[in-house]
Each structure stands twice: as structure tokens, then as C-alpha cells.
């Protein structure tokens, strides 16, 4: 959904492991001479650099969606994304990067050991 009177566009995932609908709201007064009428498409895949600045928040609403402010820098079409496959392999990486960081901790444990 794009607010035509805040340049806010709106941009929601619901995460298929948890009931947690993401929400980002990205501000793109910035970057207008990039966003195109298929950008603001229900369904259109995008990719986007920003940043959360100071007066970013992280908001939890009682429905469970997590809203997060952006400032955009840069946008354009992520061009047909293979969702699914996209979220398996960031939760992939999630689980191999908590696996290393137990390893660490293990390994930390077993030098003050000796």
C-alpha cells in the first residue's frame, strides 16, 4: 500500500514459521523518480537500501505485526523471486549461524576449563 500524503509505502511479509506479520514503512520522498506504477502493485517483489534513522522506531501492534521505519535510498524490482526458496535459505543461514555461535561458546567454556 503507498500513502500518497506521507510517501510512505508499505510492505508486509507474514513469516510462514510464526503467526508474526512484518511490516516495513518505507519513506521514499528520495527515491520517487525510481518508484513506478507496478512498484505499487499488491504482490510486487522489490528490493530496497535504507537505512532506520534516529527517528526510526519498532513498533509491535496486539495483532503480532512488527513495523519497522526506513528511509529509502534506493529501490528497484526484485524481478520474480522464488519466495519460498528465499525464506528457506535465510532460515538455512539463521540455523548455521546460531550452530556456530554455540560451537564458539562451547569452545570458550572448554578453555577456561584447563
Request: zero cysteines; aromatic letters at 10%; glycine letters at 6%.
Given at each position: 500500500m503507498?500513502?500518497?500524503d506521507t510517501g510512505t509505502l508499505f510492505l508486509q511479509h507474514k513469516s510462514q514459521s510464526s503467526a508474526t506479520t512484518y511490516q516495513a514503512?518505507?519513506?521514499?520522498?528520495?527515491?520517487?523518480e525510481s518508484l513506478r506504477p507496478s512498484y505499487l502493485e499488491i504482490g510486487a517483489r522489490l528490493n530496497i537500501v535504507g537505512?532506520?534513522?534516529r527517528e526510526t522506531s519498532i513498533k509491535e501492534s496486539a495483532t503480532g505485526c512488527i513495523t519497522v521505519d526506513v528511509?529509502?535510498?534506493?529501490?528497484?524490482?526484485?524481478?520474480?523471486v522464488n519466495l519460498d526458496?528465499?525464506?528457506k535459505t535465510v532460515?538455512?543461514?539463521?540455523?548455521?549461524e546460531n550452530r556456530?555461535?554455540?560451537?564458539?561458546k562451547d569452545w570458550a567454556l572448554t578453555s577456561d576449563n584447563k
Open positions: 503507498y500513502d500518497e514503512a518505507i519513506n521514499v520522498e528520495h527515491v520517487l537505512y532506520k534513522g528511509q529509502a535510498l534506493m529501490l528497484w524490482s526484485a524481478g520474480d526458496e528465499y525464506v532460515e538455512e543461514r539463521r540455523a548455521a556456530i555461535k554455540a560451537t564458539r
